[in-house]
């Protein structure tokens, strides 16, 4: 059996490959780029250019769909062979609409609506399907290296404000699970972290796993829009990005923990502290 992986070079997508690999399994990675993956066949391939898939699909029986294939590429899969996706999908995919008319409730909303389409898209084919809905990815943090690397300091408005972000290497078991084994087929698996971990948590976690103070500049919403613009934001992720934050200061905000991973894995999720030991380097 060989297994297509898309997005290969990703957050989450590399640890898929590794994990594959660790599983004895034969892997193709695709990619734009040409690099070493974990050893594994690399073949040069695009969403947007389908003369490059027939070679990506070539003698492939199960693929881990990136959210961003297209749906012709999904077709084109099942019709080359492939028999089980496993879609990289998020955990908005699952929210009911809250039916309220901010700009949170408008960003969730379209992500919903993308990613359902991602997954309508294998579900329409027939063929055995899976998907990977992570919450917050604890890897966003990674926004706060060049301040934490240039001046020990993190600036963010509601210091309070925390989900149960997820490592996206227990993304990737999950998702490897559902490549290599029978058990999740037919599922949607939401996954996060352990619990809730605020801002002021997370800064901490990163300071310990440096072994050197961080300090958390508390901003006003205002002085956020101002900071989050200069450091490359769209003017349209403002809004949702503060009340995402605002929403989370107590209680657990859009996305409270789910035990997903422990009952696929038999362990429990990585915490926050050790995301940020496994990135010390990034931070230092
Ligand atoms: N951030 C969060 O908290 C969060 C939470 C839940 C879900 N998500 C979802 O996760 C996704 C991002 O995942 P990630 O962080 O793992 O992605 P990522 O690190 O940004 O990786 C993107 C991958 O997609 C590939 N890619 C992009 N465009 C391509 C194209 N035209 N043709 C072929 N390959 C292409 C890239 O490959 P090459 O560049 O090598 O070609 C790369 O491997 C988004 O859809 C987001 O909605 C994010």
């Not at 998907?131 to 990815?137: C, D, F, K, Q, S």
């Amino acid at each position: 059996m060989r297994i297509l992986v898309t997005g290969a070079t990703g957050n989450i997508g590399r640890h898929v490959v590794a994990g594959l690999v660790g599983a004895g399994r034969r892997v193709r990675a695709m990619t734009r780029t040409t690099q070493d993956l974990h050893g594994v066949e690399v073949v040069t391939g695009d969403f947007t250019d389908p003369s490059t898939w027939p070679s990506a699909l070539a003698g492939v029986t199960r693929m881990y769909v990136f959210s961003r294939v297209p749906p012709e590429l999904v077709a084109q899969a099942a019709e080359a062979g492939v028999r089980r996706f496993v879609v990289h999908s998020a955990a908005a995919a699952g929210f009911p609409p809250r039916g309220r008319a901010t700009a949170l409730d408008r960003h969730l909303e379209e992500e919903r609506v993308a990613h359902r389409a991602v997954e309508a898209s294998v579900e329409a084919t027939g063929a055995e399907w899976a998907h990977i809905r992570p919450g917050l990815l604890a890897i966003n943090t990674l926004a706060w290296a060049p301040r934490v690397r240039a001046e020990r300091v993190v600036r963010e408005p509601y210091p309070s404000a925390g989900y149960p972000v997820v490592h996206e290497a227990d993304v990737a078991d999950v998702a490897v699970a559902a490549l290599v084994t029978d058990d999740h087929v037919g599922q949607a698996l939401t996954i996060t972290g352990p619990a809730k971990v605020t801002q002021v948590e997370q800064v901490a976690a990163i300071a310990a796993a440096i072994g050197e103070p961080v300090r958390l500049d508390e901003l006003s919403p205002e002085e956020a829009r101002v900071q989050w613009l200069a450091d490359g934001c769209p003017a349209g992720y403002l809004d949702w990005r503060l009340e995402l934050l605002a929403d989370a200061r107590e209680g657990d905000g859009a996305l409270p923990p789910t035990d997903t991973f422990e009952r696929v894995a038999g362990r429990p999720p990585r915490t926050f502290a050790q995301w940020a030991i496994d990135h010390a380097a990034d931070f230092r």
